[in-house]
């Protein structure tokens, strides 16, 4: 049996009660989650652009609705990501969309998120130590997007097998000038959902893929994995749930950037009210992947006019945001706000440094990278060294050890970040944290549901609906659907 036919095996026959407690109490809160996220990116002016070409969020064509959703809850890094990937845009926004046309309840819907999850993060993770990390990893949608779609129609596992080898046939490969410098973000996962819809559609007439489209020598992990991980995909089935790796966005921001703008917010509590001209310097001390990303972004950042693409990876930005705010929110990526002198001056005195030590936490934590570096071991050498030189190669090596986790129950994302203001009036001021808020870890493990409700309530969500949110599983097909109208209200 292949792989993709192993897995579809398992995921087309997952019932609510196959899935521990803890599991579908996350899945809970990643929908609640991704709706704040789709309803903030459905107030921005590009969400609004992107409804006026495809149509509202809610639609007589639960395809399109699919896209529309996947598309707005995207492009903000607002979404959620686990190891590995950032799933919630296609494993939460195509069930959503399905649950609410085909009439399911609340458990069949939380069943079809995990089922997505776990099918689209393993997937990634048998290509994450390859050339597209994170957002530009868009394969992920095409695996949630299948399999959110097929496991709400209860489709059985050769169309699930064939739907996802036709997905898989031309998988997406974004350019970066178009994903830093232009709109094009908006069809992140706007794109690969639509393909997975039409592979969907495809393999219900009796088209067929290949089912050994993952691991064969002409096939998708041989173009788009430098470190082949074929055994992440069937890992554990059933004991090792991805969807345990969960960590959630508070706010917009690429790696690493939510853990500076906690310190930040945390210092200008400490500080009080800051003007720029008070500040002269702000050092922030990040892990290599927080340095990876800003590099990328920061030859296209050119003050107010900086493409969304680039801004929400660049971190002086947000940072001095929330010094002088305190905060971070969707509405400081577009004007008036977008346009104040002050933060831009303050952001140019931000400065960031390599951290060894938060690259080595980093690399010790399961996601972003650290489980597929033990997994892969030995033979990870090569693309740590092209990812960050031989130094920082020895170290991650040393961080992952060898012994793979058995199940994610105390996994943890490390993405950490220490900042330091330096005053003009000679005070100096710290702030340092590991885990970001709402990261993978303890702290989210135990308070998940208070931080989502937090979130959606933050983004214009009712109460109601976000204390509904703690009884999904037990909703039937009427209550379901009014709660998700009342959701995207």
Known sequence: MSILKELCHWAAWLEPEDIPAPVLSLAGSQLLSQLASIRAGADHPLGRRLTEAFGPPLQNDPRTSACVIAGLGSWLNLDDTAYAGHLSNSTVSVPLAYAYA????GAGLLTA????????ARITAAATLGPLRGHSAVHTHLA????????????DAAVWSSALGLAFAMPN????????????????????VRTAMDSCDAARAGLRGATDILEHPDGFLDRFSSVPLP????????????????????RPGGPGVDAAVDCAAALRRDLGPLRAEDVEEVVVEVSLYTLFAGKKAASYIVGPGSPLGALVLHTPYPVATALLTGGLTVNDFAAPLLSERARWDLAERVRLVHDPEMTRALFASEAPFGEAV??????????????AGDDVARLAREAAGDATSPDFTSSAKATGARVTVRMTDGRTATRQRMIPLAAAGPHTRAHHAELMREKFLGFGGAPDVADAATRLETMDADELHDWIEAALR
């Open 374 to 387: 033990r997994q892969a071991g030995d033979a990870a050498g090569a693309w740590l060294r092209d990812f």
């Open 113 to 120: 998120v995990i089922a997505a999850n776990e099918c689209a």
């Open 173 to 192: 490969w974004p350019l970066m000038r178009a994903f830093l410098a232009s709109d094009a973000r908006l069809f992140n996962t706007f794109t690969p």
């Open 231 to 250: 055994d992440a995909v069937n890992a554990g089935l059933g004991r090792r749930w991805h969807t345990e790796t969960l960590s959630f966005k508070m």
């Open 102 to 105: 085909r009439r399911l309840d």
């Open 144 to 155: 949630g997007a299948v399999c959110g779609r097929l496991r709400c129609e209860g489709a």
